[in-house]
């Protein structure tokens, strides 16, 4: 029989909604993008926090220009809720596991591989488990999945540090391009220093470069710097394929563009894609469902990535 000493304060009563506010303004950063994930207004949201924080007898967040930031009181609890979290996933899991995959899948991707690749192939994917609800958010960045930010993440490098597990998922060629147009007005530079002189680039916008591995034209050549720049790699795709410059693309994005034409073609760059997942969730099966298929689809879409 467990004794409790007559001193000790009662656990409050605290309704789960309540936690899972708490845990989306952490993962989000903000109450109103924590309030879209949930599908509740962000006054709800707001109610629900306060509602917590007096059961609690604890400020959990700290209002700042950028959004709401955890207070030490709330790093505390975070670790807590993410645990209750996964532990309550696992068991919907479990229950949903005879009638297939049910819930919500977020994948993290960059805009390149999510639009380009991964939008092209998940259809088959979302229709083998139809009541699987897919967030696909391929941006310039990516979610964090050691933050709870998305469930899973396919990233340009390993992590280093946090509690996430990781494994290669495939290697991808980039390749630099130019469009008829450009090449005819232009002339076609027949080695890498021609670069430096007459030629207009396309590429990043140096500070808002997101991961290393985006820094493409110093493989080409030593010096070179883009006139035309973008943090968006669609965006990039577009000024080159309409002739306002040369850039580097990744080939399976360019390949399929019949108005871009490879140049300097000996010049290839190599980059690997990861995927990336909390270690609390990797066995959960909808995350183990669609890495097996993932792992499938770009085996056999290797040619693609590495033409």
Not at 27 to 38: E, F, I, P, T
Not at 152 to 176: F, N
């Amino acid at each position: 029989m467990i004794s409790r000493s007559d001193d000790a304060l009662p656990m409050p009563s605290i309704d789960w909604s309540d936690y899972q506010a708490f845990l989306a303004i952490a993962r989000a950063g903000q109450l109103a993008a924590a309030a879209r994930a949930l599908g509740v207004a962000p006054t709800t949201m707001g109610r629900r926090l306060r509602r917590l924080e007096a059961a609690l007898g604890a400020r959990l967040f700290e209002q700042t220009r950028s959004g709401q930031d955890l207070t030490e009181a709330g790093e505390a609890l975070l670790a807590s809720v993410e645990a209750m979290a996964s532990a309550a996933g696992r068991i919907s899991e479990r229950a949903d596991q005879g009638d297939g995959l049910s819930g919500t899948l977020r994948i993290s991707t960059s805009e390149g591989f999510g639009c380009w690749f991964l939008a092209r192939h998940l259809p088959a994917f979302q229709s083998a488990h139809p009541r699987l609800a897919i967030d696909l958010v391929a941006s310039s960045g990516f979610l964090s999945p050691g933050r709870r930010e998305a469930d899973v993440a396919v990233m340009l490098s390993r992590p280093r540090t946090g509690p996430l597990v990781a494994h290669k998922l495939a290697d991808y060629t980039l390749a630099l391009y130019g469009s008829r147009d450009y090449l005819d007005r232009h002339g076609t530079p027949a080695r890498p220093a021609d670069l430096l002189e007459g030629h207009a680039l396309v590429g990043y916008i140096p500070d808002l470069i997101y991961a290393p591995e985006l820094r493409y034209l110093d493989e080409i050549h030593t010096g070179l710097r883009a006139a035309l720049r973008s943090p968006s790699i669609t965006a990039q795709q577009s000024l080159i394929a309409s002739g306002a410059g040369l850039g580097v693309l990744p080939c399976f994005m360019a390949g399929s563009d019949a108005r871009l034409v490879p140049v300097l073609p000996e010049k290839r760059i190599l980059r690997s894609f990861w995927f990336v997942t909390h270690q609390d969730i990797r066995k959960l099966p909808r995350v183990t469902a669609f890495r097996q298929w993932l792992d499938e689809t770009v085996r056999r879409m290797e040619g693609v990535l590495t033409p």
